[in-house]
């Protein structure tokens, strides 16, 4: 079976992309089914869900549309959880497979480097960046990277260690090629199925990430999100409960999505481990 | 001698680790926006023209790079983590006063999530593939994926408004009057919920963990010699395989018990709870950075002792560990 196949076989990771697909297209949507954007206030504050033709989430504190807020927080948890991933990736990806290949003091260093950044309370660092940095959208995009790159770099340091051992790098190197050239040519692109998992995997967490920022009033004030959204009701919830409860249930569902495709990945990669951890 | 040894050089590696960290905290307060004497007044708001300027002869903002490093170093080395202007008083003081109710919070957190994640892990593995597994399994997927701020709320809204089980808010019943036995039950019945939420993540790890280990292990040799042997299942899975499962669990829960600390932060805000934690969400809104730098430092230097006590513990248990190293 192909690997797609194999996914596709998986009903937890169709679960997770029919939800992904579907947060995709109500974050790229938002303009068109929200054109007066996540702020404006349309009715009166604190309208009960299902209650008010055209808002079925109800309104929150100062009479803004719940949904309109869900519908736009889509974008900004995908948008920071993507590009936050990516970010990591080129921080933890080049570390990893320098000292996964070099050896000696290169791994030795980067490995010391690695495992300081991997004491630090991830949440805590998180929080005093933004904090210092102030709280915009690419100081938190910054900050969750800086806080999850470590896992990638020890990843691909194993990878390409055990990778670099194979005979046919031996044979790239007598056949001449350059250090540099087996490194990024023959020994990476053998490591990419288990850091596409890993990603899938850091994106679910830096949405959890951002979010709870957000929550602790550290999301970029101009922008929507759902953490904020739950971090504004959080004194109201006696009275109020569908303002804090709504977009935690997308946070949920979106991050769940994630997590079932990354597994499914997972298992789709690795046939065989999958196999036996069921039986 | 050779868990001496190992002491000393943890102890050493988390002596430049923290060593490390006051490095790191200087550069922030430099890279924050603004003038670095403000910054540590708390923002201009706080401070007049006479206290920045005092400021920067104490900080001595006039000197060569270095030397204001190696001055910021040195006082947080003599524990002099600098003072809040906005709770008018030194930050280490803050700190220790809000120490206690998180020690208390994040280790009922650690205790319930390493207990309950390997009960679970266990009884699901025992039964792979069948109702019990898809639904425990399927229980920590949800839970791996909720934050934790979302489950505090969820609960309050459920345990403490709803049902008006638990208390949703606080430390104490406050104005009591409660002594000794009473007192302690009373503080008991407001630490579940926020020891439960905090530990809910960790309990979906540890249980996935637990399981995938304990499937692991009895695809072994010597477990197939044991039931060749036609030893009891519930007494291999007890003795023979639980033993060699755990090891992997409990390594990853000492490594990871001290990120507790950061979700701290956000269980301690929904619940009111007067930690560390919370002292950091408030010192946010008051932009009181000598007060989230102190507490960043604290709670890394809680994480390191955390990592240390699990290492002592976990070569007391497993006795190879000392040889290997």
Redesign the interface.
């Known amino acids: 079976m192909t690997l797609w196949k194999r996914f596709l076989t998986n009903r937890g990771a169709l679960l997770g992309l029919a939800i992904l697909i579907a947060v995709i297209a109500v974050a790229l949507l938002a303009p068109v089914l929200y054109p007066r954007g996540p702020w404006a206030m349309v009715q009166r504050p604190f309208l009960v869900p299902f209650s008010t033709d055209g808002l079925p989430l109800g309104t929150d504190t100062l009479g803004r549309d719940v949904l309109a807020g869900l519908v736009y927080g889509a974008r900004v948890s995908l948008l920071v959880g993507l590009v936050s991933t990516l970010m990591a990736l080129l921080i933890g990806v080049p570390l990893g497979a320098l000292a996964g290949f070099y050896g000696k003091w290169v791994d030795e260093g980067a490995m010391r480097f690695t495992e300081?950044f991997q004491?630090?309370?991830?949440?805590?660092?998180a929080?005093?960046?933004v904090?210092?940095?102030?709280p915009t959208l690419t100081s938190i995009t910054i900050a969750i990277a800086i806080v999850s790159w470590p896992p990638v770099a020890r990843l691909v340091r194993a990878e390409v260690m055990s990778v670099t051992k194979r005979e046919y790098v031996d044979a790239a190197r007598l056949a001449g090629l350059s250090n540099l050239s087996i490194l990024v040519r023959q020994v990476l692109p053998n490591t990419v199925s288990p850091i596409i998992v890993m990603a899938s995997l850091m994106v679910?967490t830096a949405i959890?990430l951002e979010?709870?920022l957000s929550?602790?009033?550290?999301g970029d004030p101009n922008i929507m999100s759902w953490?904020f959204q739950?971090g504004a009701a959080?004194t109201v919830?006696?009275s109020a409960?569908w303002l804090?409860?709504f977009p935690?249930v997308a946070?949920?569902?979106t991050?769940?999505a994630l997590?079932?495709i990354g597994e499914g990945l997972n298992d789709a990669l690795n046939p065989h481990l999958s196999r036996?951890?069921?039986? | 001698m050779a868990i001496a040894g190992a002491i000393l050089s943890r102890l050493l590696k988390a002596a430049i680790?923290l060593l490390?960290?006051a490095i790191l905290n200087f550069f922030?307060?430099h890279?924050?926006?603004g003038d670095p004497a403000a910054?540590l007044a708390g923002e201009a708001g706080a401070a007049d023209e006479q206290m920045i300027a005092d400021l920067r002869a104490q900080f001595g903002l006039d000197q060569p790079f270095y030397v204001q490093l190696a001055r910021y170093v040195g006082n947080i080395v003599t524990l002099d983590l600098g003072y809040s202007f906005r709770q008018g008083q030194p930050v280490l003081e803050l700190i220790l006063e809000r120490l206690p109710a998180t020690l208390i919070l994040t280790l009922t957190a650690f205790w319930i999530s390493l207990v309950a994640g390997v009960a679970l892990g266990v009884a699901a593995s025992a039964r792979?593939?069948k109702f019990t597994d898809t639904l425990i399994t399927g229980t920590a997927?949800?839970f791996?994926?909720?934050?934790?701020?979302?489950a505090a709320?969820?609960a309050?809204?459920v345990f403490s408004?709803q049902l008006g089980w638990l208390p949703g808010f606080g430390y104490e019943t406050v104005g009591s009057g409660f002594g000794g036995l009473a007192r302690a039950l009373d503080i008991l019945k407001h630490l579940i919920l926020p020891a439960l939420t905090l530990g809910l993540f960790f309990m979906a790890v540890y249980m996935r963990m637990t399981r995938?280990s304990m499937?692991?292990v009895a695809?072994q040799d010597f477990v197939k010699t044991a039931r060749a042997k036609g030893l009891n299942p519930a007494t291999i899975r007890r003795r023979h395989i639980l033993r060699n499962a755990l090891l992997p669990v409990v390594t990853l829960a000492g490594l990871q018990a001290?990120?507790l600390?950061?979700?701290a932060?956000?269980t301690e805000?929904?619940f009111a709870w007067p930690g560390i934690g919370r002292l950091?969400?408030e010192s946010?809104?008051a932009?009181d950075?000598n007060t989230?730098?102190g507490?960043?430092l604290v709670?890394?230097a809680m994480?390191?002792v955390f990592?240390i006590l699990t290492d002592l513990v976990y070569r007391l248990i497993d006795p190879r560990i000392g040889h290997k190293a």
């Open positions: 300081f004491t630090i309370p991830n949440f805590a660092l929080i005093v960046l904090a210092i940095l102030e679910a959890l979010s709870s929550f602790l009033g550290l953490g739950i959080r919830i006696r409960w804090s409860f935690g946070i949920v569902l991050v769940l997590n079932l036996k951890g069921r039986s | 680790t490390a960290i922030l307060v890279a924050a926006p910054v792979v593939g997927l949800l791996y994926a909720t934050p934790l701020y979302w709320l969820m309050v809204l408004v995938a499937l692991e695809q001290g990120q600390v950061g979700g932060v956000l805000t929904v950091m969400f946010l809104a932009r950075y989230i730098l507490v960043f709670s890394a994480v390191i990592n």
